[in-house]
């Protein structure tokens, strides 16, 4: 079998087998990025190229591992060496690796998905029970790679997009948020690390914000990189439950935003019921979820497949939780996100235009 096999095989037995030794291939280089990441690799040999002797007194790691390694990137193109000899060759990142690994928040920065790949790794076992009993494993189970995970994956479009591109194509909230004269209150639910809160006040200096989610170690991350980016004083962050009926709901947030958190959600129409509760009169809700394909659509194409991927090995299995849980999960279909937006009670729910390869845009008006 050779990996030629995926593109040329016309037989399905070889073409399977050929994908999914590809595949297989992928993850265990996916998982040497990690290491890549995680030991700083990366970053230690951007503009320094070295050998596994100088990259071994640079970062203090086993030298015998780093000669392993840095010999792996070469043969899977991320790195460049300069002669035949491994352990005496001088590595350079590959064109483009730095963008892609080193600048946590450059547009291209894809480091966080190796730690979205280990914390599955993690609860594996777990999730295979969570098949045969139906039970939750919970986000707190995945352990800090996925937090890791969540908050290098999104954080540079919140860095490079919602400022710039995505809030000005949605004037009326644009307006509402830049008002000087009336400071508006915003909530960002399920808000994870609070990236999206913290671009959002550094953006509109004026503005009280308030971000909430379910997950404890998220709030704590969130309040630290807060106060990190000198925002603590106007950015409040709480652990709270958005199915939660006995949380506080009362009216006060002029503009709410849901990000990428609605189809993870275990009661998504009470949830989108509270925050519409706990918005001031003249509110709106902007809701940031999966730009799945109209209909279920199979085979899929590639982002249709990491949703869907996505789906077995995170959002169900952390959806699951409390009583009578019915998270939609990452292929949730705008035409769902409609009924459950007139389920809440929502008078209006717009599609926005705003282009993303992975995100679609919602508008919900009471
Ligand atoms: C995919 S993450 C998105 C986080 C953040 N908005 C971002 O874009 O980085 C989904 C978030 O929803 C939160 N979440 C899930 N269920 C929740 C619930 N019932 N109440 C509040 N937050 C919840 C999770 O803890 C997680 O932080």
């Not at 547009?107 to 790949?117: D, E, Q």
């Not at 989108?272 to 899929?300: I, K, N, Q, S, Y």
């Not at 194409?301 to 949703?307: I, T």
């Not at 077995?312 to 299995?317: D, G, K, Q």
């Amino acid at each position: 079998m050779s990996t030629d096999i995926v593109e040329t095989a016309t037989d399905p037995i070889e073409a399977l087998s050929g994908r999914l030794f590809a595949a297989g291939v992928e993850a265990l280089e996916l998982c040497n990025v990690y290491l890549g990441v995680q030991l700083g690799l990366y970053a230690a040999l951007d503009g320094r190229p070295a050998t596994p002797a100088e990259l071994a007194a640079r970062t203090g790691l086993a030298r015998r591992y780093l000669g392993e390694w840095l010999q792996q990137q070469a043969v899977a193109g991320l790195l460049v060496p300069d002669g035949d000899d491994p352990a005496a060759a001088r590595y350079t990142l590959a064109d483009g690796v730095a963008a892609v690994l080193t600048e946590p928040t450059g547009p291209a920065y894809l480091g966080g998905l190796p730690f979205a790949v280990a914390a599955v790794g993690r609860v594996l076992p777990d999730l295979a029970r969570a098949f045969r009993t139906g039970d939750a494993v919970p986000y707190a189970a995945y352990g800090p790679d996925a937090l890791s995970a969540q908050s290098a994956l999104n954080r540079p479009a919140y860095v490079n997009l919602l400022i710039a591109d995505w809030l000005p194509r949605i004037p009326a909230v644009h307006a509402r948020l830049a008002d000087t004269g009336r400071p508006a209150r915003v909530g960002d639910f399920g808000c994870g690390p609070g990236w999206s809160t913290i671009e959002l006040a550094k953006a509109f200096p004026h503005l009280r914000l308030e971000g909430y989610d379910s997950d404890e170690a998220s709030i704590a991350a969130a309040r630290r990189n807060a106060a990190e980016h000198g925002v603590a004083d106007r950015v409040g962050f709480e652990v709270v439950d958005l199915a939660d009926e006995g949380a506080d709901w009362s009216p006060r947030h002029d503009v709410s935003f849901l990000f990428e958190c609605l189809h993870d959600v275990p009661r998504p129409v009470e949830s989108l019921a509270h925050v519409r509760r706990a918005l001031a009169p003249g509110g709106t809700v902007v809701v940031m979820d999966e730009r799945t394909a109209d209909t279920f659509t199979a085979p899929g194409d590639p982002v249709e497949r990491f949703f869907a991927a996505a789906g077995t090995l995170w959002c169900i299995p952390q959806g699951m939780v409390g009583a009578d849980p019915e998270p939609a999960g990452p292929l949730m279909r705008a035409t769902t996100l409609r009924e459950f937006a007139a389920r809440a009670g929502f008078g209006d729910c717009e599609v926005l235009d705003i282009d993303h390869p992975f995100w679609r845009f919602y508008r919900l008006v009471p």
